[in-house]
Structure formats: C-alpha cells, structure tokens
C-alpha cells in the first residue's frame, strides 16, 4: 500500500464512522430500515459512503450526495441506481473503467485514473442537502485533496459539487470569489497552481429523462477530461 492509499483508507474510515448531522444519520438509517420494495431483501449500506476509485488518479468526479436507494443501499458512489449506470457507462467508454456497470462493492470493476467522491457523504431527504450539511462535510474533501497529489482534472457533476469546490478554492485564497466561474455544461477552467475544473449537468435521472443531459454529452466531457490528462502526460515528457 503506498502512502496514498493509506491516508485515504484512514479517512474513509472515519467517513464511514462519521454521525455529525443527525438530520442525515436519522434519515439514513430510516432507509436502510423501511427499504423500498424492490429491494426488501438487501442489507442496505445505510452509513456515509466512501469514495472510490484510484488513488494514484490524476482525475476527480465530484458528486453530490448518496441516493436513498442508490449508494446508500450498496455502499459504492454511484452505485444502485439510474444515475451511476449512465456514468459507469460514460466511464467505461471513456477509458476510465474495467466494466459499463458497477453493481456492487464487491464486484469486479476498477477505475484507471478515476476518483469519485461526493460533497455530501450520506443521503439527503429529498436528494437536497442543508448549506450547514455541506458545509461540514467539506472537511473529508478537502482532506482528500490533500491525498491525492496527482490530480490534474476536476469534473464536477451538478451545480452544488462545482460551488463546494470553488468555495475550498476561495478559502485558500487561490481564487478571489467564485463569480467569474459560472456552472454550465461542459465549461473549462484552467486556474492557476490548480487542476483544470470542469463542469457538467449531473447524470440523475431527472436531467436524463428529459434530455437535459444526453449520454453523448457526458462523454463528451470525459473525452475531453482525457485529452487534458493526455496533453499534459505529453508535456512532461
């Protein structure tokens, strides 16, 4: 295990350990409890989930949050429902994964220089995280930052994960205010002393179902998230 890999181990177990919000640690468990029918006989995960992916990546996918029945019944980001099928697809296509579809934390599929974490840890009720839920959970992303030296590539995924990493940006003084960085699909910044940053509508089934965001267009920000890692591999050479 390289020095990566153990600092993130460590911190995914005090994420996993975490009960800071009691507003999400109730509803969680409540989850995990009821179920919802289609899935009556699993053992839901029902505690903040871990990231997952390569430690050794020079790319970071920041989500928002667990699904209900997604992430917080598998225990994978996701993992579980509509939205991590249509981004492990994108992923596998891209290059960034061994297999189109992650069923399990247990299954077989590896990331190649893929990371994907979330702002928030455990699922919200109505899939809508409070300002002070975000806001204490930043402290296990800014951590992983600071585990994982090699990123030269942001995406992230929706509105709320791109403004949480700005704000870490901001807080550090690297950049002066967020207002020049405005969220839209597939929009590129390059800042100073800092990976690139891109965003991208997220891929919930609600932006899907409407063809807000179409899976071309997911992987059409993936390709070019690789582009980026190619052009500056080619530059270190």
Known sequence: MNSNSGALAVLQQEVI???????????????????????RE?????????????????MLILGLAPGAHGSNRTGRPFTGDGSGATLYRVLYQAGFASQPESRSRDDELRLTDAYITAAVRCAPPGN?????????????????????PKIQVVVA???????????????RGIIKSRAPYVFGHNRVYRIAGTPVLVSSYHPSQQNTSTGKLTEKMLLDVFRGARKILNSARAASA
């Open 42 to 58: 699993w053992d839901y995960w029902a505690k903040p989930v871990p990231s997952f992916g390569d430690p050794n990546t020079r």
């Open 128 to 148: 809508k995280p409070a300002t002070e839920e975000i806001r204490t959970c930043r402290r296990y992303l800014e951590r992983e930052l600071e585990s994982l």
């Open 157 to 171: 995924l929706g509105k709320i994960a791109f403004d949480v990493y700005l704000s870490i940006l901001r807080d």
């Open 17 to 39: 350990a975490c009960q800071l919000c009691p507003r999400l640690v109730a509803y969680r468990t409540e989850i995990g409890r009821v179920k919802r029918r289609a899935y």
